[in-house]
């Protein structure tokens, strides 16, 4: 993804403060280590599978992570005045972070002199102890779906509380020791502190599982603030630490046996898009996105020929389809392309794949109403009722039944969306 001009390297400098992006880094690989719901059987394999993406764009190096289980996602920036060196490339790969690379991490001392070298194969640290290189391996499947996936959750987010990096130091390490074994708890905040409720409130920000924010504790000493993003369409959390030099993001799914790879939100957005990833109007905007630390919509509507909100609706759709971030701190998406082949994502996703075979073979039958879009789609044996309002879409089917839209529409609403005239489309698609 660096341009028509393979690059070996990415980047190559040297770390400002070493010590501190040493527990950075060390953060996002714990993330990739842990299991917060996961059967045991398959832990080692997803284990193996489980390397961090590096992206080198203009102003900044960002790392990415899950969890083995895909429930929490995590990234850490780099800004520019943690790092100084020369960026020779653009563009975005995988590695494997193993037990070297981790154990030099750890070894860093104040004060230290390490050199940091990202590149389309491989990246190095650079001690005096020794070098450490990692090589790129190929990225699992689940990660790709959750990569996808959590760039639409945040873009539904907004900040809803900040504190000091004081405040933020004491409630972490306020937490319950064993964790609220995956219930759901409250964060409720005053003008300046925060604190932890079993009980729902008023502009409480609900969160499950809070032992997936032991992470932020093992770094929260070096933040300056913390800063909580949620979303009211759905109950994931985003995590900021502010720090110098630095963003560091934690973003938790719902619930902690639910991850980011079978939420299934982003299926909307495939589906109002063409069925090949390669639209005119999607090529267009790609080439107008840049590397910047955030997608300019204006810019970029000029430069396309489009306009914002039709810019806006190409960016969720990419952000699906593995070709952009979302970044909470800057409220916007980012150009980072998956180290994988991504004309291939939408055959990961299943409904999407059979709400299509439904359109192909028939299998949608449309009956317009005055104030809503009704129709009867094919089911096993039966045809299930499917209304698209304006708040939002429901399904007769078993599917629907037990998640109530809570991860993504089912294969018989998005048949449906395939279907409509484009002048309907996205009544219920909210």
Not at 136 to 142: E, Q
Not at 246 to 261: D, I, N
Not at 353 to 376: C, F, H, I, N, P
Request: net charge neutral; glycine share 12%; charged share 25%.
């Amino acid at each position: 993804s660096g341009g028509a001009e393979a690059h070996p390297f990415l980047f190559r400098g040297t770390l400002t403060d070493a010590r501190t992006t040493a527990d950075l880094l060390l953060a996002v690989s714990r993330v990739v280590q842990s299991r917060f719901h996961l059967p045991p059987a398959m832990l080692a394999r997803i284990l193996r599978e489980a390397d961090p993406v590096i992206t080198c764009g203009q102003e900044r190096i960002r790392f990415e992570g899950f969890s083995a289980c895909c429930g929490a996602y995590a990234r850490l920036d780099l800004l520019p005045g943690a790092v100084d060196g020369s960026l020779l490339a653009c563009g975005t790969t995988n590695v494997d972070f193993n037990p070297p690379m981790r154990a030099a991490l750890a070894r860093v001392g104040e004060g230290e002199r390490v050199g940091l070298a990202v590149g389309t194969e491989a990246v190095e640290l650079e001690r005096e102890a020794g070098d450490v290189v990692e090589k790129r391996v190929p990225l699992p499947l689940r990660w790709i779906k959750g990569f996808c996936e959590v760039q639409g959750v945040q873009a539904t987010m907004k900040p809803r509380l900040e504190v000091s990096g004081a405040e933020a130091r004491r409630f972490l390490r306020s937490l319950p020791r064993g964790g609220t074994s995956g219930r759901p708890a409250w964060i409720a905040g005053g003008s300046s502190t925060l604190r932890l409720s079993q009980v729902a409130s008023r502009g409480a920000i609900r969160v499950a599982g809070t032992e997936r924010l032991r992470v932020l504790e093992e770094i929260v000493r070096h933040a300056r603030g913390l800063r909580i993003h949620a979303s009211d369409s759905n109950e994931c959390t985003g995590w900021e630490l502010l720090l110098p030099h630095a963003r560091f993001h934690l973003v938790l799914s719902p619930e902690v046996w639910r991850g980011f790879s079978g939420e299934g939100g982003l299926l909307h957005a495939l589906a109002a898009g063409p069925e090949e990833t390669d639209g005119a109007e999607s090529q267009r905007v790609q080439e107008a996105l840049g590397w910047g630390p955030r997608i300019d919509t204006a810019a970029v509507a000029a430069d396309s020929g489009l306009r914002e909100h039709e810019v806006r609706q190409l960016l969720a759709q990419l952000s699906g389809g593995g070709r952009v971030g979302y970044d909470l701190a800057e409220g916007g998406y980012f150009r980072r392309e998956l180290p994988f082949d991504l004309t291939t994502v939408e055959t990961l996703q299943p409904r999407l794949r059979d709400a299509r075979k439904l359109v192909a073979e028939g299998g949608v039958r449309l009956e317009a109403g005055s104030d809503k879009l009704q129709a009867w789609v094919r089911g096993t044996g039966v045809e299930h009722h499917v209304r698209l309002e304006a708040e939002g879409a429901r399904c007769t089917c078993p599917w629907f039944g037990r998640h109530r839209g809570e991860r993504g529409p089912c294969k018989h609403i998005l048949a449906v969306q395939l279907t409509v005239d484009p002048a309907q489309e996205g009544r219920g698609a909210a």
